[in-house]
């Protein structure tokens, strides 16, 4: 049995070990996302920054593991079996959200998993004993203050975050405007001065207060001259600033890196515990066992856990490293990043949670109360913010998603916040704080326009109701989960093992196969991101035409997939054919989505002459889907139907259209492909032939039904909506044609013979 145990240890240390990775991978947004939002050094030396905190918050941490050791739960009254279920439960749990989470691109609190998976778990086993006649109630078992402590720290820093957030950074706007390089002279000192010590303060109170270094005698002498250091370090760094800026060091730049090293090492210092806490409580209740249990495991009681441990200085250095290496490579890290920085962005983005109807509402509302706060200001006064709030002025570095200005504020402020809540003994999650905080400066920035207000509002209501997802999971989760490991015993502990095992390495492989298919569309970045407006139009047609080459191969594949299947009486191609068709309605509206972004990045003269175009070629896509998925459904449910099959001389018949038009796809992607409009008239020409086939054949095809040919009746009127769906999309490619042309060249004219019926 002890043998079984063992595995049981090692593997929660092999769980722990992803977990640092899947944990690093979703924590990273905290300390990452205002370096590399406002571009203010490579994404390398950001790493290397980051990474030096995380090592040094890792290994200076004292590895205290209370909330794992009792702080959910009170060891005493329970046996080394039912903590060792916990601990699995909470382990396998705590894996499969955050993996979960970082695959969506979701930033979660690590904080919030942990402890709802102890308590969920706790909860569950302890119901089970209370169940087998033990004298103990819920107060005797279990410690709901954590619990509750962490509930209130999660309204709390929600909604203070995101109000501080907002109003630090409209008064830092109001100081420096958009133009903020021509106010620098003088400011910058100050300004980097009250940063600067923020960061420091943060450190020292919250950073460091655990850490090893840390004895009771220096932390009351830091106490004790708080004030003292505080004023100080003030003094120290608003002259350095000072001196940095005469010396053309870009001050800003210091600041934000600043923040990113005292971010990612306080990290790595307290939240440490999320990741290696279960692991090592579970090692140490194993050693209590082995050593004092007796071979007694459902009746041995685990008091010792009561005490504190210290956790062995070469698990915090292999934690570190494990946790350095994990922020250098993970691929998943960059996806959650990805998703706050779109959300907070200065310039449009790929608003990629749609709309709700909550934020839609809450625009509409908040544009109400604008308009009213229009009409009672003074002019002078909204002129005044006016010239303080003009976004045309922005100064923000090739490829940044907001400046410096706002890079500053949302780690100044996230690291200020996080010390207050400290200093009050309030739990605020770092993954809350730092995200609302970055969205209320985006929403003082007016980052939140008319054209994306409702995105962003539902991608926060998104991420926030994520957080509270979380909570819930977890708990019912580790609960699921240990229930049936304590009434299945060991093969249902191997059994979930090696599930878990499973859904890990399936995780990883869909996450990997979606990164390439997607890829990081760099061409949509590189346009919304470019500051010279003349060089747009030139990229976003390349991007335009790359798109619409996709979906152009993607409809013939389709079209000859769809008909070969319904002449063969394939009902299962079809099936896969309407699943197809209705997920690459979501793609090519998310393509027009990013290609709209990228039309207000046009001069006002090309946008205007350009948008009709682009907005009929896009709607002309359109119509070809919806005729291929009209032309699917008739036939998918006349094949699943087992009805009678195409007769062999229709069969024929539709075959030489089928290789026409095969012929007229391939011939529009060799004409997108080499740009030369001067053969679109004859390939319009050409769609003319096609049409006055298909509508002969249409015709005859008509008369058999209404002559009353019986014997094929019902497949005949499936052949003629196919028929008719052809011709509408044989129109639609004609249609295309002339609008790619206009793209391409606004001057191109058809041959008058050949303009007729557009």
Same mark, same amino acid.
């Given at each position: ?43 390398? =030396? ?61 930033? %979660? /609190?690590?904080?919030? /998993? ?38 209130? &720290? ?60 840390? %004895? ?128 907070? /962005? ?10 709700? =109807? ?23 006064? =909204? ?39 400290? /200093? ?34 539902? &991608?926060?209501i998104s991420v926030i109701g994520g957080w509270f997802i979380t909570a819930g999971a977890a708990f019912i989760g580790a609960g699921v989960i240990v229930a049936l490991m304590h009434f299945g ?40 991101? %470019? ?40 009902? &299962? ?22 290609? %709209? ?162």
């Open positions: 049995m002890e043998i079984l145990f063992l595995c049981v240890v090692i593997f929660l240390f092999l769980l722990a070990v992803f977990d640092l990775s899947v944990g690093v991978s979703n924590d990273a947004v905290n300390f990452l996302n205002s370096a590399i939002g406002s571009k203010a050094a490579s994404l390398k =030396r950001i790493l290397i920054v980051a990474s030096i905190g995380v090592f040094i918050g890792a290994a200076m941490s004292n590895g205290m593991m209370d909330i794992a050791r009792h702080g959910i739960f009170r060891p005493e009254h329970f046996s080394f079996y039912d903590l060792i279920c916990i601990f699995m439960a909470v382990m396998v749990t705590d894996i499969i959200l955050l993996d979960v989470f970082n695959t969506l691109g979701m930033p %979660t /609190s690590t904080t919030v /998993s942990m402890v709802f998976e102890l308590l969920g778990a706790t909860f569950v086993v302890a119901i089970i004993k209370m169940a087998g006649g033990i004298d103990l109630g819920f107060n005797d078992l279990l410690n709901t203050e954590k619990a509750l402590s962490v509930i209130l &720290g999660i309204f709390l820093s929600v909604a203070i975050a995101f109000f501080f957030g907002t109003v630090v950074q409209f008064l830092s706007r109001m100081i420096f405007s958009f133009n903020y390089r021509s106010r620098l002279k003088w400011k910058v000192g100050i300004f980097g001065g009250i940063c600067a010590t923020a960061i420091v303060y943060f450190l020292l109170i919250k950073g460091a207060k655990d850490l090893t270094f840390m %004895t009771p005698e220096v932390k009351a002498w830091i106490s004790g001259h708080t004030a003292v250091i505080i004023a100080g370090c003030f003094a120290f760094f608003t002259i350095l600033m000072q001196l940095l800026h005469f010396l053309h060091v870009n001050v800003l730049k210091v600041i934000v890196l600043m923040g990113t090293f005292s971010l990612a090492m306080a990290f790595a210092g307290n939240d440490l515990v999320n990741f290696i806490g279960v692991p090592l409580s579970g090692l140490a209740s194993f050693q209590d066992y082995v050593a004092n249990g007796g071979g007694d495991a459902h009746g041995f009681l685990m008091g010792s856990l009561n005490s504190s441990a210290n956790t062995p200085f070469y698990i915090l250095i292999g934690a570190g490293a494990i946790m350095v290496v994990s922020l250098a490579t993970s691929k998943k890290a960059r996806n959650v990043t990805k998703t706050e920085i779109g959300l907070g /962005s200065q310039q449009g983005g790929d608003e990629m949670f749609g709309s709700s =109807r909550i934020a839609r509402r809450l625009v509409r509302w908040t544009l109400s109360v604008l308009a009213w706060v229009r009409r009672v200001t003074p002019l002078r006064v =909204r002129q005044w913010f006016a010239r303080r709030f003009n976004v045309d002025e922005t100064i923000m570095d090739q490829g940044a998603a907001f400046d410096l200005i706002r890079g500053s504020v949302n780690l100044v402020l996230a690291a200020a916040l996080i010390a207050l809540g400290t /200093s009050l003994k309030l739990p605020l999650s770092t993954t809350f704080v730092t995200f609302m905080v970055a969205m209320g400066t985006s929403l003082a920035d007016r980052s939140w326009g008319r054209e994306s207000a409702v995105f962003r509002i539902t &991608g926060v015993g060991q093969w249902v502990m191997l059994l979930i093992a090696v599930l878990t095992i499973v859904l890990i390495i399936r995780s990883n492989r869909r996450f990997s196969s979606k990164n390439t298919a997607e890829s990081d569309d760099a061409m949509f970045q590189t346009i919304i991101s %470019t500051q010279d407006k003349t060089q747009t139009w030139p990229l976003m047609m390349m991007y335009i035409t790359e798109q619409q080459y996709k979906f152009f191969t993607y409809a013939e594949e389709k079209y000859m997939d769809i008909t070969a299947a319904f002449i063969s009486e394939n009902a &299962g191609v079809l099936n896969k054919v309407d699943s197809s068709l209705a997920k690459q309605k979501t793609v090519l509206k998310n393509a027009r989505r990013k290609e %709209t972004l990228c039309l207000r990045h046009l001069t006002r003269e090309m946008a205007i002459e350009k948008s009709t175009w682009f907005y009929l070629s896009n709607n002309l896509c359109m119509n070809i889907l919806y005729n291929l998925r009209r032309i699917n459904e008739v036939c998918k449910e006349h094949v699943e139907n087992n009805f009678l099959p195409l007769p062999a001389r229709y069969a024929e018949e539709y075959e030489l259209m089928r290789t026409r038009i095969c012929q007229l796809f391939n011939d529009t992607l060799a004409l997108m492909k080499s740009g030369d409009i001067d053969a679109i008239s004859e390939l319009r020409a050409h769609c003319d032939e096609i049409k006055d086939i298909v509508s002969d054949t249409y015709h005859r095809a008509h008369d058999q039904l209404r002559d009353g040919d019986t014997s094929a009746l019902s497949v005949l009127y499936v052949y003629v909506n196919m028929l008719q769906e052809t011709q509408e999309m044989v129109s639609s490619i004609r249609k295309y044609l002339r609008a790619f042309a206009k793209l391409r060249d606004s001057e191109f004219r058809s041959r008058p013979a050949l303009a007729k019926g557009f």
